[in-house]
């Protein structure tokens, strides 16, 4: 009779249990954040801000690294992801939306959100109509498309083989961990919660002023605003870790950048606003209107710092403290009432909400010609500075300063 090989036998144990690179639990955590950072990389600089939005272009060396590294990290074909979110852009918000919350909901975007892309990337019109400029090489061809589901086999055949058993948990992680970040909190947290820099047309927030975990789709806001641009932080408390290894990518000749946030300039104040200072607002005026904004929510503060001393009732000015500088369509229904006993009782504050719609439409009205608008813009200009109105007479002078 033979004998069992115990010598063999506990080896496959011993590999089953530790894999071929013996690491304590802690190094496993490591080494299973850094590959899943790897894949938030490639997707955040390739297939987003490189080929959706076509905002940077990527050398030889890392568009092929990204995309052999989401063929085995995500399985994602690069034509269907940029097709999504290409269309998630063009009907932003509405029941075509791919992956709205708002018209969705939270919880199926956010748990199902994966779900939703599969539904999505079955769409053969999604494809024809927005997968335009997408890689269609052999090996895509032939390899990447064709064979999806034996690219995150391999990485669980590696995984196991380094790490055995405990190796199976790390793929499911890494597995995982794009349907939750990418598809489920970016576009379903970043619709929902969280705050504007910019009154975008869409329901975007930024979720935090520190892109890190994300790769900085953190700040979902700021690029719904500027979708085109390479870069996703404007304010200097904001932080876009793929702008720093996009910056590096630029430094060794493996990017060049396309286009990024436009920053108004400013130079001396003209006595009368021109055709290039209304150049300058429709370029900038998602900044100019941030900062007509600072002046609204100021003004808010000080109504409110008024009525506090006279120990008056503050509910209305709480709700105007937040909703007064939102576009009038972004306000809920509950708060309209709340929002006009505001305007009513406080005329500065009245004043500045008319006069901030009168500024929007500037360029709402397309009908308008060129220099209607500019005649426009000055009538605007005199009546802010002759309202008595201090922030409005300095928005005024700053826009007068203004150049494309």
Request: aromatic share 12%; hydrophobic share 45%.
């Amino acid at each position: 009779m033979l004998l069992p090989d115990w010598a063999a036998l506990n080896a496959v144990v011993d590999w089953l249990a530790h894999g071929v690179w013996d690491l304590a639990w802690w190094q496993i955590v490591l080494y299973t954040l850094f590959t899943t950072h790897i894949t938030i990389a490639a997707v955040t600089i390739f297939l987003h801000r490189s080929q959706a939005h076509r905002a940077l272009e990527l050398g030889a060396v890392p568009s092929h690294f990204f995309r052999f590294w989401l063929w085995v990290g995500t399985g994602m074909q690069t034509k269907e992801w940029v097709s999504i979110h290409r269309k998630h852009h063009a009907k932003c918000e509405t029941e075509d939306d791919p992956h709205s919350p708002q018209t969705r909901g939270l919880n199926t975007v956010m748990w199902r959100g994966a779900e939703l892309y599969r539904a999505e990337a079955r769409n053969a019109e999604t494809l024809k109509k927005f997968g335009h400029g997408t890689p269609d090489d052999w090996v895509e061809r032939n390899v990447y498309s064709r064979f999806a589901w034996q690219g995150v086999g391999l990485m669980l055949i590696l995984d196991v083989i380094l790490f055995g058993g405990i190796g199976l948990t790390v793929w499911a992680v890494q597995m995982l961990w794009i349907p939750f970040w990418a598809a489920g909190v970016v576009n379903g947290v970043g619709h929902f919660w969280g705050y504007r820099n910019f009154e975008a047309v869409d329901a975007s927030t930024n979720l935090v002023p520190w892109g890190i975990v994300i790769g900085g789709e953190e700040l979902h806001n700021n690029h719904h605003t500027y979708p085109t641009s390479a870069k996703f932080s404007v304010k200097k408390y904001e932080f876009d870790i793929g702008w720093v290894y996009i910056s590096a990518m630029q430094k060794v000749g493996w990017a060049k950048v396309k286009k990024l946030p436009p920053k108004m300039l400013l130079g001396e104040v003209k006595p009368v606003a021109d055709e290039k200072t209304l150049e300058a607002l429709i370029a900038n005026r998602y900044e100019v209107m941030a900062g007509y904004a600072r002046g609204v929510r100021q003004a808010c503060r000080e109504e409110l710092d008024a009525l506090k001393a006279r120990k008056a009732d503050v509910s209305a000015m709480r709700a105007a403290n937040r909703w007064l500088h939102r576009d009038s369509e972004k306000v809920p229904a509950r708060w309209h009432q709340k929002l006009a006993e505001a305007r009513a009782a406080h005329p500065v504050l009245d004043k500045m909400i008319t006069m901030r719609e009168e500024l929007r439409q500037l360029w709402l009205n397309t009908s308008h010609s060129r220099e209607q608008l500019t005649s426009d813009l000055q009538a605007w200009c005199q009546r802010a500075e002759a309202s008595g109105i201090a922030a409005l007479q300095e928005f005024s002078r700053k826009l007068r300063a203004a150049r494309a």
